[in-house]
């Protein structure tokens, strides 16, 4: 696999995990309170969907960075209705990167471009109209 390929792999796994860690702080932070457990669990298998490729290709999985202390925790916003509005430029920003970066790097690899695809669409049509429904709700 050339390294523009698993950068971008790496790029894209990056993204869900921080995901992961953001909407658990969240939740640690407010309570079980939706989308955020619903997505939280998303994320995982995002991740999961990744790791599949990277094994598939023979490489390492790692672990989540932003949860084993690799990389600095996130915190929650200090309200519901900020987490919401949080949730919704995340889910825009995943989308954006899966188009702009992540989708034209894996050029070549079906394989991967077919899992980038499945993780922005479900940004794109599950959480992100989840979290617009947040903002609605907690504003």
């Known amino acids: 696999m050339p390294q523009p390929v698993q950068t971008a ?3 894209a796994l990056d993204d869900e995990f921080r995901a992961e860690a953001f909407y658990a ?3 640690a932070a407010h309570g079980d309170i939706r989308p955020f457990v619903n997505i939280i ?6 991740a999961a969907m990744l790791d599949a490729v990277l094994t598939t290709y023979g490489l390492a999985a790692p672990a989540n960075p932003y949860l084993d202390g690799t990389k600095p925790a996130l915190e929650a916003p200090a309200t519901i209705a900020e987490a ?5 430029a995340a889910e ?8 702009d970066n992540l989708i034209p790097a894996a050029a070549g690899y079906p394989d991967v471009i077919a899992v ?6 479900a940004s794109q049509n599950n959480h992100l109209p989840a979290f617009q429904r947040c903002v609605a709700r907690y504003s």
């Open 25 to 27: 702080a969240v939740i």
């Open 116 to 121: 980038f695809e499945a993780l922005r669409d």
């Open 92 to 99: 825009i920003a995943n989308r954006d990167l899966y188009d």
């Open 84 to 88: 919401c509005k949080a949730g919704v």
């Open 9 to 11: 792999i790496d790029e």
């Open 41 to 46: 669990e998303a994320e995982k298998r995002h």
